[in-house]
Structure formats: C-alpha cells, structure tokens
C-alpha cells in the first residue's frame, strides 16, 4: 500500500508561481514512474506530468510544457511540481500519483495508476 500527500496549493494571481509536494509512503518510493493530474470542475480527469523512477525521464502535456516542471526525491520520498507563469485555465485540484506495478505503456492515463493522493486545490485569478 502507498499513501500520498498532496501539499503546497493556493490562490495565485495570473503569471503567479506556485509549487506542489507529494509526499509518499509506504513502500520503495523509488520504484516506479511518478505522476500529476489534476482535475477541473465539470472535466475529466487529466494528465500533467509525468517522471520516471529515476528522475531521468520527464513528460508533460502540451497545456503546460515550458511552464510546469516535475521532480523527485527518492531520498526524501517526494515528489514536486513547479508551476511558473499559471493561468486561470490551470485552477483544478491537483493529484499526485503512483501505479502498483511497472508501466510498460499507457503512463499518462489516470486509469492505471492504482495510488492517488487526497489533493489541492489550484486556483488562478486573472
């Protein structure tokens, strides 16, 4: 069993910064690929970002490339997102993620990845 721990959401003006933390427990945090979403009222679930066990790898929708960085701390168990230059259409709730098994495909799918945290709420004003 994993248990995650969103942190770090808010209010922040248009152009504004923010910076996530997912805290994790539970198991070897360094397993396996590490991933955010976040989810607006009335929408879908949806991918943000996404990194390999390592940290080598990162992946990110087109919505916020340029804009958002993931990373991770395998020593310290956590992961991060950086938001810089938000947007009101970036205010959701935001997840962090963790599958159960190794992903060979299909990582920026919310429907296989088995752990998600609680999350926190993202909130733009323009």
């Known amino acids: 069993q994993v248990q995650l721990v969103e942190s770090g959401g808010g209010l922040v003006q248009a152009g504004g910064s923010l910076r996530l933390s997912c805290a994790a427990s539970?198991?070897?945090?360094?397993?396996?690929?590490m991933g955010w979403f976040r989810q607006a009222p009335g929408k879908e679930r949806e991918f943000v970002a996404r990194?390999?066990?390592?940290?080598?790898?990162?992946y990110y929708a087109d919505s916020v490339k340029g804009r958002f960085t993931i990373s991770r701390d395998n020593a310290k168990n956590m992961l991060y997102l950086q938001m810089d230059s938000l947007k009101p259409e970036d205010t959701a709730v935001y997840y962090c993620?963790?599958?159960?098994?190794?992903?060979?495909?299909?990582?920026?799918?919310?429907?296989?990845?088995?752990?998600w945290g609680q999350g926190t709420q993202v909130t733009v004003s323009s």
């Open positions: 990194i390999s066990n390592g940290g080598g790898t990162t």
């Open positions: 539970g198991r070897t945090f360094s397993s396996y690929v």
């Open positions: 993620a963790a599958p159960s098994h190794p992903l060979y495909g299909g990582r920026n799918y919310a429907r296989n990845y088995d752990y």
